[in-house]
């Protein structure tokens, strides 16, 4: 203690030259603190000691290592930290990330029971391997017999906000991953909670955008019956702070059929509490065609022996049921164009007084994207009396609300059979 000693007397010296001309001053010189040397390597210690506090994981401990009357300024708050409350408060944040840091570069200054060291450093996330650098200063005084920190700023580096949550092109990838992941469950919620709280989903399907986690729970109970898997056929990715993008385009297999439909895709992902989620997803047809429900020629041909079933409950509205919502029918022994379900049940409550069965004779088939069409011979066996009838038959097909309908149905007679008799009697003529 000899040093102390003779900068205790140096202090006394001072005290007593300066105050002894001017004034008269009591000083309790007993009181005095004694000063404390401390090295260059036991100042940057110190921060050791703060940085062993971090790896606690406990923020009561990391606010004891700040002195009576702190001050924190944080480098991603903006709120100054005055006392310990307000210090654990902060790190009971920060400590999820689970930091580690280490001194980059720094400058060592010391005073008479003070210290400051600052400089550069970086820490490493243990929560998720992240690096952050950043500008530190801590100033350290002596008291109650300890080294504490009095003031600590920490700051971005000013030409780059290395702050951010770094995230590499390779896992922005992922997280489409972790989408098409959440589709296999097969389980809405569980996709829905891979949009932001203020997720905006565009969807390929629907033309109402879904604004919120209910909405976008909707869409998605329909879709997942598909049993969709993605894959993305290319994209490009684009970083920024705290956000990504990644668009491109990518390809569906719907496992319920085994069809496979591209798509024009948009993510972008920003980080919320902790967590990468999706921002804004916006998916649609490519543009030099629409999204096609696929359909065989067996298939359109059984869409006929759909309609010829409802003919056989002889329930009209069974029958229209068979037609689209903005269907037409042109009957062959009606003037009257049929537009709507009332007229379309109307004339089959006529026609099914008959008890009519067809059978396609000839017919060709032609498939379009969403559409079908059957065309050519058919002839209709009367239950009522056993009489068989010939007619021309167009039938055009849509894909509606999931279901295949007829959206146009055209039957006429056989025109040579008119034309070489003359006029014919109704109920000698097809009637459907």
């Known amino acids: 203690m000899e040093d102390s000693s003779t900068a205790l007397n140096g202090i006394r010296s001072f005290l007593s030259n300066k105050f002894s001309k001017t004034s008269k001053v009591i000083i309790d010189i007993e009181n005095v603190e ?3 040397s401390i090295s260059d390597d036991e100042v940057r ?3 050791e000691l703060w940085n062993d506090s971090l790896a606690t994981g406990k923020s009561d401990i990391v606010a004891k290592r700040y002195s009576k009357s702190p001050i924190l300024l944080p480098t991603v708050s903006d709120t100054p930290r005055t006392d310990y409350d307000s210090i654990k408060d902060y790190f009971d944040a920060f400590l999820l990330k689970k930091p580690q840091g280490t001194i980059v570069e720094g400058k060592i200054t010391k005073g008479i029971n003070w210290a400051q060291d600052a400089g550069v450093y970086e820490f490493t996330m243990g929560a998720d391997g992240s690096k952050v650098k950043a500008r530190y200063t801590f100033d350290y005084v002596f008291e109650d017999g300890e080294w504490k920190i009095v003031h600590h700023h920490s700051s971005v580096m000013p030409e780059g906000i ?3 949550t770094p995230i590499t092109k390779e896992r922005v990838r992922n997280l489409f991953h972790l989408w098409n992941d959440a589709l296999a469950t097969g389980d809405s919620s569980t996709v829905a909670a891979r949009y932001a709280k203020e997720g905006v989903l565009l969807p390929t399907v629907s033309d109402e955008a879904r604004y919120d986690s209910e909405a976008i729970t909707d869409y998605f109970d329909s879709f997942l019956k598909k049993q969709p898997q993605g894959e993305i056929l290319e994209g490009e990715i684009v970083i920024g702070t705290n956000w990504a993008q990644d668009a491109g385009i990518y390809e569906f297999t719907m496992g319920v059929d085994g069809s496979k439909v591209k798509g024009r895709y948009s993510f972008v992902y920003v980080l919320e509490d902790g967590e990468w989620k999706i921002s804004h997803h916006h998916s649609s047809v490519m543009p030099e065609g629409v999204l ?3 359909i065989t020629k067996d298939e359109v041909r059984d869409l006929f022996q759909l309609w010829n079933g ?6 009209s509205d069974k029958v229209a049921a068979r037609y689209s919502k903005e269907a037409v029918l042109l009957p062959t022994v009606s003037d009257v164009p049929r537009t709507d379900s009332a007229l379309i049940k109307d004339y089959f409550d006529g026609f099914l007084q008959k008890q009519p069965q067809g059978e396609i004779l000839d017919g060709n088939i ?3 994207t969403n559409w079908a ?7 209709f066996t009367m239950g009522v009396d056993g009489s068989k009838v010939k007619g021309r038959y167009s ?3 849509v894909f509606e609300d999931g279901e295949w309908k007829i959206s146009h149905h055209h039957s006429s007679v056989m025109p040579e059979a008119y034309l070489a008799a003359g006029p014919v009697k109704e109920e000698e003529l097809v009637e459907a």
């Not at 409802?310 to 329930?315: E, G, H, I, R």
């Open 366 to 368: 032609i498939i379009g």
């Open 292 to 294: 096609p429900t696929p």
């Open 395 to 397: 039938f055009v097909y």
């Open 310 to 315: 409802a003919l056989a409950t002889l329930d």
């Open 162 to 164: 290395d702050i951010a």
């Open 34 to 36: 004694p000063v404390q």
């Open 373 to 379: 069409q059957d065309a050519g011979v058919y002839e």
């Open 45 to 47: 210690a110190l921060f």
